[in-house]
């Protein structure tokens, strides 16, 4: 069975950082394409950063400079390191797994977890 759970997400105040987690069981975590999407209220899902199982990293650009995401392949773990925290980064953080093949894509999801950035 396969699962992600997020953790690290909390409160806090705007300029502040956090760090999210994601630890996933029951694929072969280095072969996946991990990626961190936000769903604030009101809003669609958006993706905030992604790394390949080759580690390229991809930003959205209201996060460039500020987030950085890393995996670490021994620990099945994927981090978001979320600095100089903004009201707007306020949403439901969550993690997915995805692999392509030529004929199938093998895409999971984790239960999300809530940053909210406020004074």
């Known amino acids: 069975q396969v699962q992600l759970v997020e953790s690290g997400g909390a409160l806090v105040q705007p300029g502040g950082s956090l760090r999210l987690s994601c630890a996933a069981s029951?694929?072969?975590?280095?072969?996946?394409?991990m990626t961190w999407y936000r769903q604030a209220p009101g809003n669609q899902r958006e993706l905030v950063a992604e790394?390949?199982?080759?580690?390229?990293?991809n930003y959205a650009d209201s996060v460039k400079g500020r987030f950085t995401i890393s995996r670490d392949n021994a620990k099945n773990t994927v981090y978001l390191q979320m600095n100089s925290l903004k009201p707007e980064d306020t949403a439901v953080y969550f993690c997915n797994a995805q692999y392509r093949t030529i004929t199938n894509t093998y895409d999971f999801w984790g239960q999300g977890t809530q940053v909210t950035v406020s004074s």
């Open positions: 790394i390949t199982r080759g580690l390229s990293t």
């Open positions: 029951g694929i072969t975590f280095s072969i996946y394409a």
